[in-house]
């Protein structure tokens, strides 16, 4: 797990979550999730949620012999999608497609084109501090900080509720957060959860109200989703605008919806 603070004077940035592109499968659409990179504006950011190549192993659910590209041609091509777009990069974890080569043979792609590009990484869980605005100094009490919980994801749940279920197993990890933002389902989605807090700094409680998303998969109706009957991917992705004006804070979530 690795904790980062970014300080943004902007009023206003959007960050955009992207994973399970999938690059290497014949049915990944990743150029639509480049797109999105290269028509980035000045104040919109990226996290990346894992599983950005396919890597089918001889033991994995995906068939090795029905690959677009080969694993070395996939992690080049993952290079240079992160390389066009490094300094808007806030992090990218690993996901299970990536793990696959890791438990193999000790080699976790992403880690190595990451360290080389200098990009924030982790293979499990990315913690990011964003403070938005020009008062968004330390320890400034007009400060407008938004506490983010980056995690790809786990499930074998078939149902859109057990998806949700299983992926909102993060907030057990770390249970304060704004936002959490995960992957891996294919089912996108956006949760918003509240309770209540105990305030033992003013010795009050207060109403905390946090957001789970999903991001959606830049990949359509591949051979073995089709074989084992699962359900074809909705395509919706989603912009988070963190806003540094006002007495509290506000995350907007826009809703992108692909057809």
């Known amino acids: 797990m690795i904790e980062k603070f970014y300080h943004f004077k902007d009023d206003e940035i959007y960050l955009i979550p992207l994973g399970d592109l999938?690059?290497?499968?014949?049915?990944?659409?990743?150029?639509?999730?480049?797109?999105?990179?290269?028509?980035a504006k000045e104040n919109e950011y990226f996290v990346m949620v894992g599983d950005l190549i396919d890597n089918a192993l001889s033991d994995s659910i995906g068939d090795?012999?029905?690959q677009a590209l080969s694993i070395e041609e996939q992690v080049n091509v993952v290079r240079r999608f992160l390389e066009r777009s490094k300094d808007k990069i806030l992090g990218v974890i690993s996901g299970n497609h990536e793990y696959r080569t890791a438990k193999l043979a000790g080699i976790e792609p992403l880690k190595v084109i990451c360290d080389s590009l200098g990009i924030l990484y982790d293979e499990n869980l990315l913690v990011l501090e964003i403070a938005v605005g020009n008062n968004a100094s330390y320890g400034s009490a007009r400060?407008?900080?938004?506490?983010?919980?980056?995690?790809h994801g786990y499930s074998s749940a078939r149902t859109i509720g057990g998806k949700i279920n299983a992926n909102a197993r993060i907030m057990d990890i770390i249970n304060n957060a704004d936002i959490y933002i995960t992957g891996h389902t294919h089912q996108p989605s956006v949760v918003f959860n509240a309770n209540y807090e105990i305030?033992?700094?003013?010795?009050?409680?207060?109403?905390?109200?946090?957001?789970?998303?999903?991001?959606?998969?830049?990949?359509?109706?591949?051979?073995?989703?089709?074989?084992?009957?699962?359900?074809p991917n909705a395509f919706v992705n989603v912009k988070i605008k963190l806003v540094g004006k006002g007495q509290d804070k506000k995350a907007e979530i826009i809703h992108e919806i692909y057809f």
Do not use: W
Not at 143 to 151: A, F, P, S, T
Not at 205 to 227: C, M, P, S
């Open 143 to 151: 400060r407008m900080q938004y506490n983010i919980v980056v995690g």
């Open 22 to 39: 999938h690059i290497g499968e014949k049915a990944s659409f990743f150029e639509k999730a480049l797109k999105i990179l290269d028509n």
């Open 199 to 231: 305030d033992k700094r003013n010795k009050n409680v207060k109403l905390y109200q946090n957001a789970l998303i999903t991001t959606t998969a830049f990949v359509g109706y591949a051979k073995y989703a089709e074989r084992k009957f699962y359900p």
């Open 64 to 66: 090795t012999h029905n």
